[in-house]
């Protein structure tokens, strides 16, 4: 299997524009997730999907995010308008199912930089 | 709400020589219980996990986990690392709640340097 495979690796954009990170998940998987990574705040969950769904978007830092799942093999993940605090790398992750105990599967990342 | 804690930020230690990574956990349900590693520039990856039955969980790469329910740990071991297992090595819960999506609540992180 290929994988969690995450577009683009790394994007360097200019404060107040549109950022837009995809995802495909492994195929089979219907659990997706997105994490942001930072030195200062570590590893944290923005959403999570199940079959498409999002369950879960508490983590969404606020409106200029959001996040879609149009079908089982895709997601994106935008920030609009980005700021340079929104700097960071964001991991696309996915799992089998619902069911607590399962691994969780991630990509390799999208570093974001604003600058 | 579960949550989890890394003593150490950083952890150095001499090639061949034994090592053990601490985690501590809170949760008022039963939890799993994870090890994520992070090798430079890439994403987190499974080392182990604990889901029930023996308390000594082993993983790859020679690690080893023990859940101490007692204690609430998870501390992380092996008896003789190699400059490979450089990396940022992740503790993570989850609870055991049927109705639970897999929310997995991340440690902080600890940082293993091996020095040759």
């Known amino acids: 299997d290929a994988g969690v495979i995450q577009s683009p690796r790394h994007e360097v954009t200019e404060m107040g524009q549109e950022v837009t990170l995809r995802c495909k998940p492994i195929s089979g998987h219907n659990s997706l997730f997105w994490y942001r990574q930072t030195m200062m705040r570590g590893l944290e969950l923005l959403i999570y999907?199940?079959?498409?769904?999002?369950?879960?978007d508490s983590g969404m830092p606020e409106d200029r995010f959001s996040a879609k799942m149009p079908n089982a093999s895709f997601s994106t993940l935008k920030i609009q308008p980005s700021e340079p605090r929104d700097s960071a790398v964001y991991f696309c992750a996915s799992s089998l199912d619902r069911s607590s105990g399962n691994t969780i599967y991630f990509g390799e990342g999208s570093w974001l930089t604003v600058v | 709400a579960q949550s989890v804690t890394q003593l150490d930020s950083q952890v150095p230690v001499f090639e061949e020589a034994p090592v053990e990574l601490r985690c501590n956990y809170s949760?008022?349900?039963?939890?799993?219980l994870f090890w994520y590693v992070q090798y430079p520039n890439q994403g987190l990856q499974l080392l182990l996990k604990?889901?029930?039955?023996?308390?000594l969980v082993k993983g790859i790469n020679g690690f080893e986990a023990e859940f101490n329910k007692s204690q609430t740990s998870f501390h992380l071991r092996k008896p003789s690392v190699h400059i490979s297992d450089t990396a940022e090595y992740f503790c993570?819960?989850?609870?055991?709640?049927?109705?639970?999506?897999?929310?997995?609540?991340f440690g902080p992180g600890t940082s293993l340097s091996v020095i040759p």
């Open positions: 949760s008022s349900v039963s939890v799993y």
């Open positions: 999907f199940n079959n498409n769904v999002p369950i879960d």
């Open positions: 604990y889901l029930s039955g023996s308390t």
């Open positions: 993570a819960v989850s609870d055991q709640l049927q109705t639970s999506y897999d929310k997995v609540i």
